[in-house]
């Protein structure tokens, strides 16, 4: 089993640069989230998507922006990086059905991201 | 807005119990977790409670939840180098997307041999 599958594992931007992190899931999820990690400071929601075709902005979507390609996949774009966006992302997916329904989160193995 | 809170550290001998507390903002909240993650791994679902229970065991962990005081527990028994990790407190609310949690910082668990 897969689970959620997220690329790059690792990446070196230059400030400026841009990129995409993709994430995929084969759990059949509605809902699928984009975290990011810094030390001390716990996980963050930069956005999520609750279901397919829709987005929504989560506590820290500056400088970020995303899309809910299908069901399986939800990408997070930085357009011109920052080194403060220098982080650990994480994407996560949970299911919206179910009894009970936990919320719980079902988490990618990260994509560490370095920009210079 | 909602905040969880732990303390970041905590280091135990092998086979001692190991209590990692959170306390949280929201008493809206309606799932609380624990979550595990090992070194340069994503984040694991230990356990959950939810906030009609006081109590929840499951084989070594035990969740104790005062609502009153918004404070939630994790004890593991006969605690095990395994074990050392990174846990995260997070909590959730009903009615909204259930899995658009908010987690505390982390608590760096270290068991010596």
């Known amino acids: 089993n897969a689970g959620v599958t997220q690329t790059p594992k690792f990446q070196v931007l230059k400030t400026g640069q841009s990129m995409t992190l993709q994430c995929a899931q084969d759990m059949n999820h509605n809902s699928m989230y984009w975290y990011r990690q810094d030390p001390g400071m716990g996980l963050r929601l930069i956005y999520y998507?609750?279901?397919?075709?829709?987005?929504d902005k989560g506590e820290v979507p500056n400088g970020y922006n995303v899309s809910r390609l299908n069901k399986r996949e939800f990408s997070l774009r930085l357009e011109s990086a920052a080194p403060s966006q220098t982080s650990v992302y994480f994407c996560a997916s949970s299911t919206t059905s179910g009894t009970p329904n936990t919320g719980e989160l079902f988490f990618g193995e990260g994509s560490r991201l370095t920009v210079l | 807005g909602e905040d969880v809170e732990q303390s970041l550290f905590l280091s135990v001998r092998e086979g001692d119990s190991s209590v990692i507390n959170c306390t949280y903002t929201?008493?809206?909240?309606?799932?609380l977790y624990w979550y595990k993650q090992e070194p340069g791994a994503g984040l694991q679902l230990l356990t959950y409670i939810f906030s009609n229970m006081d109590m929840k065991q499951d084989q070594r962990l035990t969740v104790l939840l005062n609502k009153k005081d918004k404070h939630l527990s994790l004890r593991i028994a006969d605690t095990q180098t395994g074990d050392s990790a990174i846990y995260f407190c997070?909590?959730?609310?009903?009615?909204?997307?259930?899995?658009?949690?908010?987690f505390g910082d982390g608590t760096t668990l270290t068991v010596k041999p």
């Open positions: 998507s609750a279901s397919e075709g829709t987005t």
């Open positions: 997070a909590e959730s609310r009903w009615g909204t997307n259930a899995g658009k949690s908010t």
């Open positions: 929201d008493s809206s909240s309606t799932y």
